[in-house]
């Protein structure tokens, strides 16, 4: 059963990068099928996609936050990461990782979701 | 403000249907397949109904979906009180970023 599970500090403070991992457990992060993405949640409100990755390390990014982010993969330890730079209060949310399968019709959707971590910008 | 539109709310009694809409335009759900996700209280999402119409496995046939030009639909059979959740449509752009509905809160009264 894949597995995919976030880590990183819990809090960070105003203008500093957010760093978070996604660690994969029970299947290969260099399958062909998958993207692999990062999708965060502010308290009580909706789910906003930041970005996605391949692991050849092609990467598509929300556009408004295309400038802050970026998304690297490792696959030699089956984990890929989001760094956010120059935080605000108003990143702070759930960062959900998940995987985002590719279908043969070109079909994309999240199939498999971490637990979520909270982040907090606060100083 | 989300670039595909869906009822903040909606409610039904329990063993009613509900249908919750999401309205997007060509770049988007008109040329793209639509997934949907549940998120129960507290939890991640988890994931409802892929290529507008199908079902992962151990999702019940209580679930549906459907697309219909630039709008895609869900409905829920047989509601249960623990259909209440909040629920997302997501599609791909075709301007190379994917997007989600605001989210519909659903209420089994």
């Known amino acids: 059963q894949l597995q995919l599970q976030e880590s990183g500090p819990g809090l960070v403070k105003p203008s500093e990068t957010l760093s978070l991992t996604c660690t994969v457990s029970?299947?290969?992060?260099?399958?062909?099928?998958?993207?692999w993405g990062w999708i965060r949640q502010p308290p009580g409100k909706g789910l906003e996609w930041i970005g996605s990755i391949y692991y050849s390390g092609s990467t598509y990014y929300n556009p408004s936050l295309k400038s802050r982010v970026t998304i690297s993969v490792d696959t030699s330890k089956n984990q890929f990461s989001l760094k956010l730079s120059s935080v605000t209060a108003a990143d702070t949310a759930v960062y959900y990782c998940?995987?985002?399968?590719?279908?043969?019709?070109?079909?994309?959707?999240?199939?498999?979701w971490g637990q979520g971590t909270l982040v907090t910008v606060s100083s | 403000q989300s670039v595909l539109t869906q009822p903040p709310s909606v409610s039904a009694a329990p063993g009613q249907k509900v249908t919750i809409s999401c309205s997007g335009s060509s770049s988007n759900i008109g040329n793209n397949y639509v997934s949907w996700y549940q998120q129960l209280p507290g939890t991640a999402p988890k994931l409802l109904i892929y290529d507008n119409n199908k079902r992962p496995s151990g999702i019940p046939d209580r679930f549906s979906g459907s697309k219909s030009g630039t709008s895609a639909t869900l409905g829920i059979t047989g509601l249960q009180t623990g259909d209440e959740a909040d629920y997302y449509c997501?599609?791909?752009?075709?301007?190379?970023?994917?997007?989600f509905g605001g989210g519909t809160k659903l209420t089994v009264l």
């Open positions: 029970g299947g290969s992060i260099s399958s062909s099928s998958y993207y």
């Open positions: 998940a995987r985002q399968t590719l279908a043969a019709a070109g079909t994309l959707f999240f199939d498999y």
């Open positions: 997501g599609t791909w752009d075709s301007s190379l970023y994917w997007v």
